[in-house]
């Protein structure tokens, strides 16, 4: 079994759509190629929101976790 290190991470639950994705898309801006960003997000828009951007800018998606209430996406910085 692997282990993924979150670099940072960011608790969106609460947070209405865009303002998960927004506030990831800063994350990324502000970090460096290799880290991996973890969001918590309670909004259903996220579910979609989240994966399409992350593919659109290339990252890459490496897990999509359905939790109590919320969803953990976890994504690393590709490029």
Not at 19 to 26: H, K, Q, S
């Amino acid at each position: 079994m692997t282990t993924t290190e979150v670099t940072r991470s960011i608790d969106a639950k609460g947070m209405a759509c865009p303002g998960p994705l927004m506030t990831l898309i800063g994350a990324i801006r502000e970090s460096q190629i290799g880290d991996v960003i973890e969001v918590l997000s309670s909004d259903e828009g996220s579910k979609t929101d989240i994966p399409a951007w992350v593919a659109k800018a290339q990252h890459e998606l490496v897990e999509v976790v359905p939790d109590d209430g919320f969803t953990r996406f976890i994504i690393r910085k590709a490029r």
